[in-house]
């Protein structure tokens, strides 16, 4: 059974930061793509990040580049956001991504509030 569980979002005051968890399990994690998502209220959902299935290559939405960093530990089989200088415009619940070939798996995501 595919399982991805973030944490370790929350509220946090414009300026600070946070660090997001994504553990994955039923799956063999080595060999995907791993990305962050958010999807703010009335929005649509966007790409945050990405990193491949070695880490060897990342990338950002311009939106977070220099403040957000993403990174895995595939002996863990997790995957992390690292979030600096939180901005309001941050809020949004942050969805975790799997991808490979034809699979595509989806957390349920965890809720970031940047507000002061």
């Known amino acids: 059974q595919v399982q991805l569980v973030e944490s370790g979002g929350g509220l946090v005051q414009p300026g600070g930061s946070l660090k997001l968890s994504c553990a994955a399990s039923g799956f063999t994690f080595t060999t995907f793509r791993m990305s962050w998502y958010r999807q703010a209220p009335g929005k649509e959902r966007e790409l945050v990040a990405h990193i491949t299935s070695t880490g060897s290559s990342t990338n950002y939405a311009d939106s977070v580049k220099g403040r957000f960093t993403i990174s895995r530990d595939n002996a863990k089989n997790t995957v992390y956001l690292q979030m600096n200088s939180l901005k309001p415009e941050d809020t949004a619940v942050y969805l975790c991504?799997?991808?490979?070939?034809?699979?595509?798996?989806w957390g349920q995501g965890t809720q970031v509030t940047v507000s002061s």
């Open positions: 991504n799997a991808a490979r070939l034809s699979a595509n798996y």
